[in-house]
């Protein structure tokens, strides 16, 4: 079940990187405003989808970033980094 759920994870990580490297070499976006712009529509598309409130999901993502940047151990977040880096084919 854990591992299923770290597979999950690394699922999502992976298509995270997908999206973000998307926007990142989208000629359109000339500006780091326009690919957060990009990266904000994303957000209100799965807030409205899921139906879920803004506090709930920065709440959320506040504990995330706590859990991942903040109170990880060396291992952990040298895990974190190589999961961010893997290649997404």
Avoid at 13 to 32: T, Y
């Amino acid at each position: 079940m854990r591992e299923q759920a770290e597979d999950k994870k690394d699922a999502a990580w992976k298509l995270a990187d997908a999206f973000l490297a998307g926007v990142f070499n989208d000629e359109m976006f000339d500006s780091r405003y326009d690919r957060g712009m990009a990266v904000m529509v994303l957000v209100a598309r799965f807030i409205c989808r899921e139906q879920i409130t803004p506090s709930s999901y920065l709440e959320w993502l506040t504990e995330k970033v706590r859990e991942s940047i903040l109170a990880a151990t060396p291992e952990e977040a040298e895990a974190i980094a190589e999961r961010r880096t893997k290649t997404c084919h």
